[in-house]
């Protein structure tokens, strides 16, 4: 019987990492690849898709075919559908038929299982054995809803970057599926393959390169807040001596959101160049050696630090920490690892906390149903590693209800939802106004 590897990705990083992962020999051989595109953009339609993007036809080499998969379900958008049970079967049917899969036994590769469009697609070939790839460093964290045994239970193993050292990922953990890794050394030379434009860089190497994220897009940062997240870390940028800074913007990113950032280093007399081509960062990083690399939570940040040995800082990680919510959100994996393992930009040094264990804590405190062996773990280390410096990786209100360690005592956890309490403490606040 013919064999056929299926892979989703949503993103030119993601796509690389297959590359890497193919170029590697980490998938055994198959008759046909294909690459199955998403956009997961919110407005894909006004939005370029990845496939587009510069590097991307060297990326392609490594598939026999790449289909759309927003065409297939268009009007549908990816990240919002899931087939209805009972139309499973016609889906595959309908699917296999366009697709030339015909009776081939198809194996898929997919990202973010737990979401569409991977769930989707897990979904439509009810059959198929599941492998998944990291897009980045939410793989570091828990599954971030509890996943359909079907699903879970044919997944077989886990592929990503050492992004960070000697931390295993607690994605899909619940369900025991092994995580390996995705050499380094295989990464980066698929990498070197990416073209740059010469014409739209400095000429001049070694500039501090600032990484933009788009997080008003995530609802955590209004515009005027992330503008200004900026522009912190331009100054921060130049405070230690760079007078060279490229800005990169995220490529879904409104154009005039670095107009802000321009008026600010002509007042510092910074020489500031905006790179808003979609390229990778990481291949800017090959390109122009930066002295610094500056962000907020960016999985770049890591790519820099870990694959390149770029020396790297993180702003603005105090006040994501405080904004996201609800304390699940899959992003607070990804923004602690930043606080807790880089260098702060406007702050003084501080030495990296141990990952391992305060991530299985801030794991288990997110999903304590799907991580629910990891509760030992989590209250020995509170017990003895929760300081004034860790206490901002949890919530006390999130530790009290799960009668962890640094909650409030149980005889007390009533208080503060108890109305009449409430009530009595708005009145006194109103007195002693």
Known sequence: MSTVQLFLASTLYGTATLAAALDGGRFPPADRRILLASNNAPTPETTPPFTQAPGFETLRTRFDDVLDWNATIRPLHPSGWTPRPDDVPLWERQLRDVWGLGDCSVTLVLESVQVAPAQAVAQLFPDAPIEVYADGLMSYGPTRNKLDPLIGGRVRRLLHLDLVAGLRPLLLSEFGVPAEVVPSADFLRVLAELPYPDDELPPDPAPALLLGQYLAALDILTVAEEEA??????????????????????????????????????????????????????????RLRPALVVGCFSTALFTAHALYGIPVARVGTDVLLERLAPYENSNRVPVTLADALLPDLEGPGAPPLAAPALVAAVGYAMQPQVLAGRRADAERYLRSGLSPRTRRYFKRRRLTALGLPGGLPRRLAFVPRNPTVRRVARRVRRLAA
């Open 229 to 286: 997240l900026h522009v912190r870390m331009l100054r921060g940028a130049v405070a230690r001596g760079h007078r060279r800074v490229v800005f990169k913007p995220h490529p879904s990113a409104p154009a005039g959101w670095s107009r802000r950032l321009e008026e600010e280093a002509a007042a510092l007399g910074a020489e500031l160049t905006v790179f808003g081509s979609p390229l990778l960062a990481e291949v800017l990083f090959r």
